[in-house]
């Protein structure tokens, strides 16, 4: 099994276009239904020199919005635990980000986001790529794929070009389903999920 490896430690002006960026995020209340909602991107989000960052759709009440940490708290960030140490990957290696930083919530669940919310933090997403600079995007749901594809002005569909390596200008983009429960049990096993996650290119 291949071993994506770091590259050493992230420049200095790599760290400092970071923190400036985390700083900008948790102040930003731009969407009225998510100010009080902190947004979730911090070094607890992976490596700054990451080759594969993994783009989900928004933290989750129960996830990311309770622990500020991507993928971690609940079912979707056991399944995604999984299904990454199935191709032997450790969050140290990658960089985790969703296409909204914070948790969408109504009636104290969780909703999925606004086509405006998307929109509003597409700069963040866009600037996170810019500093990290990956080889692959993997993108784990229509949200993320969605959101991306905004910035690209791309019009990719999981449903046609899921677990499929498509050549962008400035990295790979490799379109994923969740790992959510609701996904696994009645979309995409987590069966049919650890062999797409196999076909990352992971060098």
Partial sequence: MKQVSLDGN?????????????????????CP?????PAVLSSAN????????????APGRFGAGRTGVPFQGDRSG?????????????????FITNAVLCNPLENGNNRKPT??????????????LGIIQPRVVVTLGTVALQSLNKILGTRFSLKQNVAQS?????????PLY????RVTNWKRPLVQQKKDFKKIPLS
């Fill in 10 to 30: 992230p420049t200095p002006d790599k760290i400092k276009s970071f923190r400036r960026l985390e700083k900008k995020a948790a102040s930003c209340r731009l």
């Fill in 33 to 37: 239904s998510l100010a009080d909602q």
């Fill in 178 to 181: 969740h790992p959510s429960p």
């Fill in 78 to 94: 056991d399944n995604f635990e999984i299904l990454l140490k199935h191709i032997g990957l450790t969050r140290s290696e990658v």
């Fill in 166 to 174: 498509i050549p962008i200008q400035d990295f790979t983009l490799f």
């Fill in 115 to 128: 086509a405006g919310e998307i929109k509003t933090c597409s700069g963040f997403l866009q600037n996170t």
């Fill in 46 to 57: 992976g490596s700054l020199n990451a080759r594969i960052v993994f783009l989900a759709e």
